[in-house]
């Protein structure tokens, strides 16, 4: 879960050379919920 516009994922030396993907979406403090975003992928970093 996120509370702004930054978003850091985490990740276990294991996964290290694997690809991430990533999709996230804004929801309201009512519970509305907006559409999801493209996926957005990434390589594990050493």
Known sequence: ?????????ESRA?????TALYTLRWVSTRGEKGPWSE???????A
């Open 14 to 18: 294991a996964d290290a050379g694997k």
């Open 1 to 9: 879960m996120a509370t702004g516009p930054s978003v850091t994922a």
């Open 39 to 45: 996926v957005a992928s990434a390589t594990v970093a």
